[in-house]
């Protein structure tokens, strides 16, 4: 078990901090950021959903902060999969293979993470 701790601990607090300055970045443009040029669907759902992309930030921060301080890892970790499977799948719809790489680690971390802890989460499926 304290191997696994070990193992669990940098994944866990890259994927945390990575949420934070991403979050924050939406708010106050620390990093230059673009999404290119998008198709028309894309834009579309951007603008119908642009009212709610504040609180989804904070929510990322939140789970930012939780996971860096380890607390309800296995929780979060569940929780923040359908988020990064969704900023996967926007990033490859976007198709354009420069900016795919914030995803790419999100996902990856977080499967990671949801294999390390797969032991926790076999009362649910059973």
Same mark, same amino acid.
């Given at each position: ?12 607090? #890259?994927? *945390? =901090?990575? &949420? @934070? ?5 939406? /708010?106050?443009? $620390? ?30 921060? #939140?789970? *930012? =902060?939780? &996971? @860096? ?5 296995? /929780?979060?970790? $569940? ?33 990671? =993470? ?13």
């Amino acid at each position: 078990m304290k191997a696994q701790k070990k193992i669990t601990a940098w994944p866990r607090m #890259l994927l *945390g =901090l990575f &949420l @934070i300055v991403y979050a924050l970045n939406q /708010f106050f443009q $620390i990093l230059p950021t673009s999404y290119g040029t998008m198709p028309e669907n894309t834009e579309n759902f951007l603008d119908a959903v642009v009212v709610y992309l504040p609180v989804l930030y904070i929510f990322e921060i #939140l789970i *930012g =902060l939780l &996971l @860096i301080f380890n607390k309800w890892t296995p /929780f979060l970790i $569940i929780v923040l999969f359908p988020l990064s499977i969704t900023f996967l799948i926007f990033v490859i719809s976007n198709c354009d293979i420069s900016k795919m790489w914030p995803a790419f680690i999100v996902a990856l971390l977080n499967i990671w =993470l949801l294999w390390m802890h797969r032991g926790k989460y076999k009362p649910l499926f059973s």
